[in-house]
């Protein structure tokens, strides 16, 4: 009696064991990601510029619809996910495959309902094959969304704005490394962590001094995919103020950190001699202003931008609400591609390894206009060069540790990091979810693509949204 008591107890305790972990794996990502995975995501394609057809998924994969078109095109498979609920994986991931070549993409754990497989490397292959890892999927009819993508080559001419150095790399360097682009970066970047604090102790200098380093960042990484350097600009604003600039406009907002003698040091570090020459003024008057002399300028077909239902940062934010402004009174008739790099609901996004998809983040329905989804295509020379474009910008490098920190606590940070990923939870470790490195130069970028119209609805859609966040 006694062996049988100790046999239910080790089981007992073994069923504990699995449930607390599985509960630590699950919460640990519900609380990073922001929803719960088990929502459908819903972007409304269906209603959007592209075609669809219904397909007969499969437990290996759908055949491509004879109808549809097979070159120069973004397709997106919608269907519906299914995880497990008790232990779910830390990274779910679905692999294709088509004509000898495949493809990854990730997934949140205890991913449910509607999701997005951005198949779009495949489309045109009669069969795409399908295997999921650690995911599967419901069986039976699912959505085929076809979009055709613009025209794009190394002829066409491309505007990135940047709210921050590092923004363009991590969100448009194959675009702007594939086309004739200019690149103009909002701010300095001269707030956030006291990154090189055991150099600079002092605030207001470290600050100074960050500002001044990520500009010259700005402007003379993009060289690396063929950017000449007068094409990359940094128009000087301050980092963190955009969103106090639209609330006390025309009020001028200076640093919100760095010592400045001169508010207008870090534009006059540009190499084009008419934006570093030209008076500064931080007022968002003055913002419009400047990004509307950069549209012109650039005689831009496409410009890319933050997206500011898609994207949490209000920097990121405003700076589209200001891109909109300026393109609302100069009739420009291009379109907009918007993308993320702070996603609202999952900041660690994308998921994965930096050589899987990228695809759309989670979106839950509320209106937001667009016409059509762009993933363009990145290659391996890129994504490679992408990645030591990222490497190149300081903020996004590990420099404390080499600098000021002992032995001891270093040793201390690898054992603690090493506890967390027993338990699973992802979300105390920032070091991976929020790197760049893993999170940019992917064989892919994801745009949402818009016209001026869309645009200035998009811009009033996302205001609506501010004023109830702030009654």
Known sequence: MTHE???????????????????????????????????????????????????????DGFDWPDEAPRRNVTAVLEFRARTRPLLPSLSPSIEFRADGRSFTQSFA???????????SPAAGADRIEMVGRQIGWQLGPARLVVFENPPIDESTRVLVVAPHPDD?????????????????????????????????????????IKGWMRTWDSLT???????????????????????????????????????????????????EPQLATRPFTSSWPELVADLRREVDWTGADLIAAPNPLLDSHPDHQYTT???????EGNGWDGRLLLYTNHATRAEPYPLGPNTALESLPPWFGDPMPFGSVLSYPVDETIRRLNYLALEAMHDLRPFEHRVV????????????????????????LPGYLYDYLRRGPRPNEIYLVLDRDQAVRLKERFLEVEAARQR
Do not use: Q
């Open 405 to 428: 920190t002992p032995f001891s606590k270093r040793a201390r940070d690898l054992a603690t990091e090493a506890f967390w990923r027993i338990l699973g939870r992802h979300d105390k």
């Open 5 to 59: 008591r100790r046999r239910i107890a080790l089981i007992l305790t073994a069923v504990l064991a699995v449930g607390l972990f599985g509960h630590c794996r699950g919460s640990g990502y519900r609380n990073f990601f922001n929803h719960d995975p088990r929502e459908s995501h819903d972007y409304a394609l269906d209603r959007r510029d592209g075609a669809s057809w219904e397909v007969r998924l499969g437990r």
């Open 321 to 327: 609400v200001a891109l909109i402004e300026a393109l």
């Open 168 to 208: 363009a790399e991590i969100a448009a360097f194959g675009l702007y490394a594939t086309t004739r682009s200019d690149v103009v970066t909002v701010t300095a970047g001269d707030y956030g962590g006291m990154n090189y604090g055991g150099l600079f102790p002092d605030i207001g200098e470290h600050y100074r």
């Open 221 to 271: 990484v993009p060289f690396l995919g063929d950017v000449p350097f007068n094409r990359a600009r940094n128009l000087g604003y301050f980092d963190g103020t955009l969103r106090r600039l639209y609330e006390r406009r025309p009020e001028v907002v200076g640093s919100i950190l760095a010592d400045l003698a001169e508010p207008a040091l870090f534009r006059r570090l540009n190499t």
């Open 109 to 119: 754990p205890r991913s449910t309902g509607r999701r997005y497989l951005n198949v």
